[in-house]
């Protein structure tokens, strides 16, 4: 697979060099203050590589939606102060509305070998999502090397991760992206077996792609989750008002005659905590009771794995020597229909196996519940790594140079 042998910032020499470094300072913000500095922090080693290196550090990143247009609130500015603090140097920060103007222009040429200029949000401009050409240019324009170490925009074509690239020579992956690149393309192209693949989250629809392709690549899957209920109707049961995509019933039916014929295990649930409804608001308490997943009563819907399934699905978690996890097993934001979740998380924590988290909420709970600092790896995107499972090449691991 090509994109698991890409030219990494050890593979290069940026000496004196103009670097761009495509980071993600996506933070949270609130009322100008940083919420969240994980991300910040992530970047660290890439950058402090490149500095000690002798390159000339130029950073950009987009922060938020701002949809082309210079909105204040959603400057990064805050970002150059807090990493001013966190590197013990100045990052210098251009201030510019159309990002690469007179103040980066101005900023760049007046850098010396080891300083840092961060660069105003990328999607100020609104070429960025389009990859236009112009502004890839001028990003272009201010540097010698590109090195990308944003994986969650990974799986888009912007002018800052993919558009840059065509104008330069010499393009690298960052230290975050090698992680991934390493830690999820490994684990779907060379297992360590057995290999273990647990899927959950509200819709079937989201992970169409993903079932089949883990399907062809596991030894055991594990649906959990809203989806699940897809599946053990499709199978005849009874799901009362669970959760159901009556469009995928047929495809779910498809998967598991697929899980036959290649020999594999599909777990499903075997039982299910249910309730009258939803909770509302999402972390209200409600009553909730346990029975079989073929039983639910025609009143109730099911919204976390019952305590059955959580012990078969840990079992067979342990067993195995590579997890990749991607969507909770229940409503986890609710203290008790967080319970299938956390007997997962669990698991994951106490096996020796390799353990994947595939971003978005499965990173939330796991992060949420304390188990973060036990998993082999968590991915930071959730979209890219769902698109990495599903065995798509992602633009932006795509376009930096081969070894």
């Known amino acids: 697979m090509s994109m698991l042998n890409k030219k990494s910032v ?18 949270p913000l609130k009322e100008g203050k940083i919420t969240d500095e994980n991300r910040l922090v992530a970047a660290l080693p890439t950058i402090k590589k490149l500095i000690a290196d002798g390159g000339k550090v130029i950073l ?7 949809k082309g247009e210079a909105k204040p609130e959603l400057s990064l500015a805050p970002v150059a102060v807090r990493l001013s603090e966190l590197l013990g140097q100045e990052v210098k920060f251009a201030a510019d509305a159309c990002v690469v103007g007179e103040n980066a222009k101005a900023a760049v040429a007046a850098m010396n070998d080891g300083d840092v200029v961060l660069l105003e949000n990328t999607r100020y401009r609104k070429e960025e999502t389009k990859n236009g050409e112009e502004f890839s240019k001028e990003l272009a324009s201010l540097c010698d090397v ?7 925009t990974a799986h888009r074509a912007h002018c800052s991760n993919v558009g840059v690239t065509q104008y330069i020579e010499t393009a690298a992956v960052g230290y975050l992206m090698q992680k991934e ?3 999820l393309g490994n684990a779907v192209e060379t297992p360590v077996r057995p290999f273990v693949a647990i899927l959950g989250g509200a819709k079937v629809a989201d992970k169409l792609n993903v079932i089949s392709n883990l399907l062809e690549k596991c030894d055991t899957l594990i649906i959990g989750g809203g989806m699940a209920f897809t599946f053990l109707k499709a199978q ?11 469009t995928k019933l047929d495809y ?19 039982d299910a905590a249910v309730a ?12 909730v009771e346990y029975v079989a997943a073929d039983a639910i009563p025609a009143d109730m819907m099911g919204l976390d794995i019952g305590p059955k399934s959580a012990e078969m699905f840990a079992e067979a978690a342990k067993t195995a020597k590579t997890v990749v996890w991607n969507g909770p097993m229940g409503v986890f934001e609710n203290p008790v229909l967080a319970k299938g979740t956390i007997a997962v998380a669990k698991a994951l924590a106490e096996t020796e196996a390799t353990t994947i988290i595939g971003g978005g909420d499965s990173a939330a709970a796991v992060n949420q519940l304390g188990f973060g600092a036990q998993m082999s790896h968590i991915s930071t995107g959730g979209g890219a790594s769902l698109e990495f ?14 070894k």
Do not use: Q, W, Y
């Open 10 to 27: 050890d593979d290069i020499n940026v000496k004196g060099l103009r670097v761009l470094v495509r980071c993600d300072f996506n933070v």
């Open 146 to 152: 590109f090195v990308n170490d944003a994986f969650g």
């Open 389 to 402: 499972l599903e065995g798509k090449e992602l633009p932006g691991v795509a376009a930096a140079n081969n």
């Open 236 to 246: 005849g049961k009874e799901i009362g008002k669970s959760l159901v995509d009556e």
């Open 276 to 287: 009258a409804s939803f909770p509302s608001p999402i972390d209200a308490e409600i009553p």
């Open 252 to 270: 779910c039916k498809e998967m598991i005659a697929k899980a036959e014929a290649l020999g594999k295990t599909l777990l499903l649930p075997v």
């Open 60 to 66: 950009c990143s987009h922060l938020g939606k701002p």
């Open 181 to 183: 690149i390493d830690f």
